[in-house]
């Protein structure tokens, strides 16, 4: 039984489209709908009913399935294992996006350091799109990125930062009690743009309510729109993380609206299925025990 059939069976059951299996595997449609058609004949049953672009599991397709998965399971980690026996790791490649980069990594390294004294770091900023491809591609090791999921990666989500809106000395938000987000529409808001579906929510808010906000600028750089608001520029909704000095020097204040609250920046760790474990599991640790103890003040 080939391998690669069994692997063609998980990507459609994951995306539940053939077209999207074939270009997560950068194959043809048909190419895919062969190796489906191969393994059928092989297991003597129909794996999957199609009816128009909707793809279902048969009850055949639903008992081989945990079989198929502990088969590519199995394969993959019987291959990593071959190969950290042929070589052994001297740089740990850790792919991130722009605010980890700033904000989380510098507060991680030395936990790592201290795990891993004789190992080299190499840190590459990117995108979450980028990392990813670059993550599948074993360009990279393991990344830090917004939430995602893959099939061939194993995705944890290491850190949730809420993301609230924060005011500047003087703002007329600082001293009120509890200001309606309706508000909002008469004030310069800037507004930092990752793309993440926890923005989208935000933009939803003011679309619910009919508001028309004051948007005078966006922004894909925090630090940008972080120092816009300490410059009186305007004020923003920001992770807690990138504003975590300036709040303890009495510079910025949150604000919260019950519509916004729940609404957080979510960072995973990812890293290949049953690739590099050990570091994904120490990694994880660091990173747990440091935010975990950040955000309840102690440092």
């Known amino acids: 039984m080939n391998i690669e059939n069994i692997e063609a069976f998980i990507y459609v059951l994951h995306y539940g489209s053939f077209n999207k299996a074939a270009e997560a595997l950068y194959l043809s449609q048909p190419s895919v709908t062969a190796r489906i058609q191969t393994l059928e004949r092989e297991l003597d049953c129909t794996l999957f009913d199609r009816v128009g672009k909707q793809v279902h599991l048969t009850e055949k397709g639903k008992l081989f399935r945990p079989y198929a998965q502990q088969l590519i399971d199995t394969y993959r980690k019987s291959k990593q294992q071959l190969r950290e026996t042929l070589t052994s790791k001297e740089e740990l490649r850790i792919g991130?996006?722009?605010?980890?980069a700033h904000y989380m990594l510098p507060e991680l390294l030395p936990g790592l350091r201290s795990r891993f004294p004789m190992l080299?770091?190499?840190?590459?900023?990117?995108?979450t799109d980028d990392i990813v491809a670059r993550v599948l591609g074993k360009e990279l090791d393991i990344g830090f990125v917004r939430k995602i999921s893959h099939p061939d990666l194993q995705s944890t989500v290491v850190y949730e930062d809420p993301i609230r809106l924060y005011v500047y000395g003087g703002h007329p938000f600082w001293d009120a009690e509890r200001p309606p987000i309706e508000a909002l529409g008469?004030?310069?808001l800037l507004f930092?743009?990752?793309?993440?579906?926890?923005?989208?929510r935000i933009h939803r808010v003011f679309e619910h309510l009919g508001l028309l906000p004051n948007l005078i600028l966006q922004t894909d750089n925090l630090e940008t729109a972080k120092k816009l608001v300490l410059q009186q520029t305007g004020i923003c909704f920001l992770p807690g993380l990138s504003v975590r000095r300036e709040l303890a020097l009495g510079l910025v204040k949150p604000i919260d609206f019950p519509e916004t609250s729940g609404i957080a920046l979510k960072t995973c760790l990812?890293?290949?299925q049953g690739e590099n474990a050990a570091y994904f599991q120490d990694i994880l640790r660091i990173a747990y025990d440091r935010f975990s103890r950040s955000r309840s003040g102690i440092e």
């Open 96 to 100: 991130c996006t722009a605010s980890v």
């Open 120 to 127: 080299r770091f190499k840190i590459v900023t990117g995108t």
């Open 270 to 272: 990812i890293g290949r």
């Open 186 to 188: 008469q004030e310069p």
């Open 192 to 200: 930092f743009e990752c793309g993440a579906l926890d923005w989208m």
